[in-house]
C-alpha cells in the first residue's frame, strides 16, 4: 500500500519564480494537509484541503495556495519565490479524525 | 494560540539505556497526539498515535502517554538502540478536524 507520494524530491528556484509542488495521498484518505519545515524547525501548518475547498489556513501569505483534485491529490503553489521560502515542504494525508500519514517532502531551494 | 515545547532539544545516551522525552501544550485542549520521527532531511515517520479517548499507546519499545488535564505527554523508549538516532517530534491537534501543531523536536543521538 503506497504512503503519501510527493514530488519532486528536490528543486532550485531563482527568486521571483512561481512553484508547484504536487502530492498524491495514501489510499483511501481525503484529507491533505500541507507543512513547510525550516532547517531545526517544527513543520509549520500551511493549509488544509478536503473535498477539493481549503478548509484551514495557518499564518502564510496569499502568495501560498493549493488545490485538490477530485482523486484527493493536491498542489502547492508559491509564487514570487523569496530567498526565505527555502525549506522542506511536506504533504500529509488523513481519513476523517484518525492519524496523519506524511510523505517524504520536496526540498526546495531559492537562490 | 498553541504552543508546543518539547524538552530536551538534544539527548545523547549509550545504547541500552531507557529514556523519556518530554512534550507539553500551551493549551491542555488536546484532541489527538502524535509522535514522529524525522530522519536527517527526510520525512515523517508516525511512530504512535493517542487519540481523543485514549491516554497511553504502544509499540514495541515505545510507550506514550497523554495527562490532558496538564496537556503534557511523554514518549517512553526502552533499551535504546543506534538506529533509533533521529529527531522525535510532538504534534497535537485542537479538535477532530484541527491541523497539527509541532514542537521543535529533540535529537536523539543513541551512542553504540
Known amino acids: 500500500d503506497a504512503g503519501v507520494t510527493q514530488s519532486p524530491t528536490h528543486l532550485i528556484k531563482t527568486r521571483g519564480q512561481q512553484v508547484t509542488l504536487r502530492c498524491s495521498p495514501k489510499s483511501g484518505h481525503d484529507t491533505v494537509s500541507w507543512y513547510q519545515q525550516a532547517l531545526g524547525q517544527g513543520p509549520q501548518f500551511i493549509f488544509q484541503y478536503y473535498e477539493e475547498e481549503e478548509r484551514q489556513r495557518g499564518n502564510f501569505p496569499d502568495r501560498f495556495s493549493g488545490h485538490q483534485f477530485p482523486n484527493y491529490s493536491s498542489e502547492l503553489n508559491v509564487n514570487a519565490l523569496l530567498l526565505g521560502d527555502s525549506a522542506l515542504y511536506l504533504c500529509?494525508?488523513?481519513?476523517?479524525?484518525?492519524?496523519?500519514?506524511f510523505g517524504s517532502g520536496t526540498r526546495l531551494t531559492v537562490v | 494560540k498553541q504552543e508546543v515545547t518539547q524538552i530536551p532539544a538534544a539527548l545523547s545516551v549509550p545504547e541500552g539505556e531507557n529514556l523519556v522525552l518530554n512534550c507539553s501544550f500551551t493549551d491542555s485542549a488536546i484532541y489527538n497526539l502524535q509522535w514522529f520521527r524525522q530522519d536527517p532531511g527526510k520525512g515523517l515517520t508516525s511512530l504512535l498515535l493517542i487519540q481523543s479517548s485514549q491516554r497511553e499507546q504502544t509499540s514495541g519499545r515505545l510507550n506514550a502517554s497523554l495527562d490532558k488535564s496538564s496537556g503534557r505527554s511523554t514518549l517512553y523508549i526502552a533499551a535504546s538502540q543506534p538506529g533509533d538516532s533521529a529527531t522525535y517530534l510532538c504534534?497535537?491537534?485542537?479538535?477532530?478536524?484541527?491541523?497539527?501543531?509541532f514542537g521543535k523536536g529533540t535529537k536523539l543521538s543513541v551512542k553504540p
Open positions: 500529509a494525508s488523513r481519513k476523517a479524525k484518525f492519524g496523519y500519514t
Open positions: 504534534a497535537g491537534t485542537g479538535g477532530s478536524q484541527g491541523n497539527l501543531i
